[in-house]
Nanobody
Framework: QWQLVESGGGVVQPGGSLTLSCAAS????????IAWYRQAPGAEREGVSCISSSGGNTNYVDSVKGRFTISRDSATNTVYLQMNSLKAEDTAKYYC??????????????????????WGQGTQVTVSL
């Protein structure tokens, strides 16, 4: 129960694209806000994006606005992070997290919480020439 598994990371050149997936095991993502976080070596973990349980409301950190898109698919119990125009500073390990609990709500918390009901193991994204 309460497991999230990220996939889709890899090595990409600057300007390239990757799509990350966050698949749930043991619970339905429909009842949770889902957020993506990332942590680069020597840096603190930062929130990247989040999506409401309804899918109708999203939020992004300023540095990825216009380049990243978060989405969710109830049929596959999966949340995605489409990353375009990748930069070297996007290099980090990316984690997904299930936050709070609800259903069909547009609510999003202010900022990115430090606690979560479930965390994934992370997937590495490296942007390099």
């Amino acid at each position: 129960q309460w497991q999230l598994v990220e996939s889709g990371g890899g090595v990409v050149q600057p300007g390239g694209s990757l799509t990350l997936s966050c698949a749930a095991s043991g619970f339905s993502l429909d009842y949770f806000i889902i957020a993506w976080y990332r942590q680069a070596p020597g840096a603190e973990r930062e929130g990247v994006s989040c999506i409401s349980s309804s899918g109708g409301n999203t939020n992004y950190v300023d540095s990825v606005k216009g380049r990243f898109t978060i989405s969710r698919d109830s049929a596959t119990n999966t949340v995605y992070l489409q990353m375009n125009s990748l930069k070297a500073e996007d290099t980090a390990k990316y984690y997904c997290a299930a936050l709070g609990r609800g259903y069909n709500s547009d609510y999003l918390p202010p900022g990115f919480p430090h606690e979560a009901d479930a965390w994934g193991q992370g997937t590495q994204v490296t942007v390099s020439l």
